[in-house]
């Protein structure tokens, strides 16, 4: 069965530092997804990043990265410059091959200080 | 970008009532919807699976009876919670995904408390 780890229940960092949330996954599928969204108190999910599985090189979206490596199956976000409007829950979730339905870890819940 | 709208965004109701929540793709069509469930500081728990124009496919362990969803157009997915009890209050939120498959996304959720 597949299955998302975030072992990390919270995380604080200073702001303009760096933060990596970690994220492990299991799945004997060849073809997936991984996806990280924020998701402030509001409850709203914001998407922030993608990894397809046959990528070859980690995404990046800004100040978001992905350090994806496959036969580790971790998929860890790197935050980088941390920002006070960061302080959120973090999740990461695995698409299933052929669908689009998503399966969630427990989520990191990062608070950025001053 | 796609946007998905959920509503009503917070509902209160008392206990045996039936509780409706709409989810709509605004910009793109969707033929799959999904209904996750999150209780207050844990993760997202998948409920079902809409498909337009047919049965939706719940999730080991969800009862199909006491949440009835229909998706009865490409744009159009309604949960709703039958005789809604305390234990069902929850925060209930659906996604979908666009022509690109690499985001999925979320409306922005309905907070269910039950009375």
């Known amino acids: 069965a597949q299955k998302i780890t975030q072992t990390q229940p919270g995380m604080f960092v200073q702001e303009k530092e760096a933060v990596t949330l970690d994220c492990t996954y299991d799945t004997s599928d060849p073809s997936y997804g991984l996806f990280w969204y924020k998701q402030p108190s509001s409850g709203e999910m914001i998407f922030l990043i993608y990894?397809?599985?046959?990528?070859?090189q980690n995404a990046t979206e800004g100040r978001y990265s992905l350090n994806f490596q496959k036969a580790r199956k971790s998929a860890n976000l790197v935050i980088s410059a941390s920002q006070l409007g960061d302080s959120a829950m973090y999740l990461c979730a695995m698409r299933e091959a052929n669908t689009d339905k998503l399966i969630f870890g427990t989520g990191t819940r990062l608070q950025v200080f001053p | 970008g796609a946007v998905v709208s959920q509503h009503p965004s917070r509902v209160i109701c008392k206990s045996g009532t039936s509780v409706k929540i709409e989810c709509r793709s605004l910009d793109f069509q969707a033929t799959t919807m999904f209904w996750y469930r999150q209780f207050p500081k844990q993760s997202l728990m998948l409920m079902a699976t809409?498909?337009?124009?047919?049965?939706?496919?719940?999730e080991q362990g969800v009862e199909k009876d006491k949440f009835l969803i229909n998706h009865a157009s490409l744009t159009l997915s309604t949960l709703t919670v039958t005789s809604a009890h305390p234990e069902d209050s929850s925060f209930y939120i659906c996604?979908?995904?666009?022509?690109?498959?690499?985001?999925?996304?979320f409306g922005s959720g309905t907070q269910l408390s039950v009375l």
């Open positions: 809409s498909n337009e124009g047919s049965k939706a496919t719940y």
């Open positions: 990894q397809g599985s046959y990528d070859q």
């Open positions: 996604s979908a995904s666009g022509t690109d498959h690499e985001k999925l996304f």
